[in-house]
């Protein structure tokens, strides 16, 4: 999604519509869950880079 050509913001927006009423959040938290591994040792994380 970080390299498409459209403008993810209404999409973003349209599923939070939808879910909004069915999970009724407290908070939301969006984050980068992706990070390059550290060395060859990095415990848990697979190679992405």
């Known amino acids: ?3 498409s050509p459209w ?9 939070a519509e939808r879910m909004v009423p069915r999970i009724v959040p407290d908070a939301w938290a969006v984050d980068d869950v992706s990070f ?6 990095s ?7």
């Open 43 to 49: 415990v848990g994380v697979g190679h992405q880079y």
């Open 36 to 41: 390059p591994k550290d060395g060859r040792m």
């Open 1 to 3: 999604m970080n390299q």
């Open 7 to 15: 403008d993810p913001a209404p999409v973003r927006r349209r599923i």
